[in-house]
């Protein structure tokens, strides 16, 4: 007779000094196509898809105009940036303290009751204010851990795209979903009853897949020395779930990413980040720009001059370009690197929103068809433009920050855009239409930021394109990156 022990606990994997040395993997990923490498690093991407979702329900609020009553005080206007940034002060702190999926999961929860409270009530202020403030809240939490989720479960030839696509896609995505039920949706709903819908569906959607594909990254257990469950979690994020040579190489790059963060202070890893949060933080308030309450309202303006209140194909249109940029340009930053589609990015919306001050500083102007046609087109161009432009952002905040202060430098850059949203709306003229003799003034703006950008885009911003994370820190330590490639 013998007896049968029991093991509890995770998997027992051979260590990694006991396996033997292998080539390098640089001829693997050469020799892969671009579809088989995505398909094998799939669960990375699926990982953090419910904070996709979140995304998503945050787009739609950040372009929804609700009902006209409601949102002439600028109070119902503030609230849902203001839930962003309490959102992003607890889940910077929270991101380090608990588990991930947690977090998703309860954000999942906030966006299935903001869109509860639309539906139950979509003519009371009170639930309007309520639901755009948990909404605000939801994307603030799950904002600063799908940063550092994608930093530290991405391989480092898929890490821009996963990022783009989750931050500047799905934002986007958001803005234009809005948009195109906003202008069709005339039946059994109203347009809040059905924006409540779509948003319990995103929460309910989300929730079950943070349950069930979410993934703790390998950095986290490393972290608390949990080398055995970091190593299943590495076998877990890619196709075949195997033990691989490259699972082995990829832990030994997290280790060492994970000692030279032990190696310094926290307020060493402060200073450290401190160059690449300030360029960040410039970087995240141009993309304010593009999404602004002046921009939505320019191109509206334009739209109500040149065509009858009922035609929604310039709004469409409008929308389908602000999504664009961003998907056309997340499946380059891999491949061409981050500052091509920046620095390209930032020279058109430098002339665009440059010829668009000139049009506006006419009073002529304003009232002319013709004039506010080209203006009208000139905007859809610019969201195009701005989408290429900001989307390297959103990869450049998983790469630029020491691990200690990443969670917390993040939410300061996403805190710092939602700041420079809050004063707009602040600063706002009300009855809304008296705003447009502000436009030329803000287009202004908008085009001298756009060429300080492009500047910085040149010489200050590193190219990371295949780079580590260890190597990612050690470009952005430096104030100026001349070289590109």
């Not at 033997?20 to 398909?39: K, Y």
């Not at 929860?109 to 509860?116: A, E, M, P, Q």
Request: aromatic share 14%.
């Amino acid at each position: 007779m013998w007896s049968e022990t029991k093991q509890s606990g995770p998997p027992t994997y051979p260590a990694p000094t006991s396996i033997p040395t292998f080539p390098a993997l640089e001829t693997v990923e050469n020799s892969e196509g671009w579809l088989m490498r995505n398909h094998r690093n799939k669960p990375q991407s699926n990982s953090a898809g419910a904070a996709a979702l979140v995304f998503i329900s945050g787009g739609m609020f950040l372009a929804d105009q609700g009902s006209p009553e409601y949102f002439t005080g600028k109070h119902i206007s503030l609230s849902w940036f203001i839930g962003a940034i309490i959102g992003a002060v607890i889940g910077s702190v929270l991101c380090n303290k608990m588990y991930k999926k947690l977090i998703t999961c309860f954000a999942s929860l906030l966006v299935t009751i903001s869109g509860i409270l639309l539906i139950a009530d979509s003519n009371s202020y009170s639930a309007m204010l309520a639901a755009r403030y948990l909404n605000g809240i939801a994307l603030g939490l799950v904002f600063p851990l799908t940063v550092v989720m994608i930093s530290e479960e991405s391989v480092k030839y898929m890490r821009g795209m996963n990022a783009a696509a989750m931050v500047s896609f799905c934002f986007s995505l958001g803005v234009f979903i809005q948009i195109l039920y906003m202008y069709n949706w005339q039946d059994m709903f109203d347009a809040s009853q059905m924006m409540g819908t779509i948003e319990t569906i995103w929460g309910i959607s989300g929730f079950v897949l943070a349950f069930f594909l979410q993934l703790e990254s390998p950095v986290f257990y490393l972290q608390r020395g949990q080398e055995e469950m970091a190593i299943d979690a590495l076998r877990r994020l890619q196709r075949p779930f195997t033990i691989t040579q490259e699972t082995y190489e990829q832990l030994e790059e997290h280790k060492r990413y994970v000692a030279e963060s032990t190696e310094v202070t926290l307020l060493q890893s402060a200073l450290i980040g401190l160059p690449a949060l300030i360029k960040l933080c410039f970087y995240r308030v141009f993309t304010t720009a593009s999404y602004s309450f002046y921009s939505f309202f320019a191109f509206s303006y334009a739209s109500s001059v040149v065509y009858e209140p009922d035609t929604f194909w310039p709004s469409l249109v409008y929308g389908l370009c602000a999504w664009l940029g961003p998907m056309v340009v997340m499946f380059t930053l891999d491949l061409k690197g981050r500052k091509p589609p920046m620095i390209v990015g930032f020279f058109f919306t430098c002339c665009i929103a440059s010829t668009l001050g000139g049009l506006l500083n006419d009073s002529q102007n304003i009232r002319d068809k013709d004039v506010m046609t080209a203006v009208m087109y000139l905007l859809m161009a610019y969201q195009f433009f701005a989408g290429l432009s900001t989307a390297s952002s959103a990869v450049y905040l998983t790469e630029a920050f020491p691990l200690a202060v990443k969670s917390f430098y993040v939410s300061i850059a996403f805190i710092v855009e939602m700041a420079v949203h809050i004063v707009i709306i602040a600063v706002r003229s009300e009855p809304w239409r008296s705003n447009v003799y502000d436009l030329s003034d803000y287009f202004y703006i908008v085009g001298a930021l756009s060429l300080v950008f492009f500047a910085l885009a040149i010489v200050a911003m590193p190219e990371t394109k295949n780079d580590t994370l260890r190597e990612c820190l050690k470009k952005f330590r430096k104030i100026l990156n001349y070289k590109t490639y």
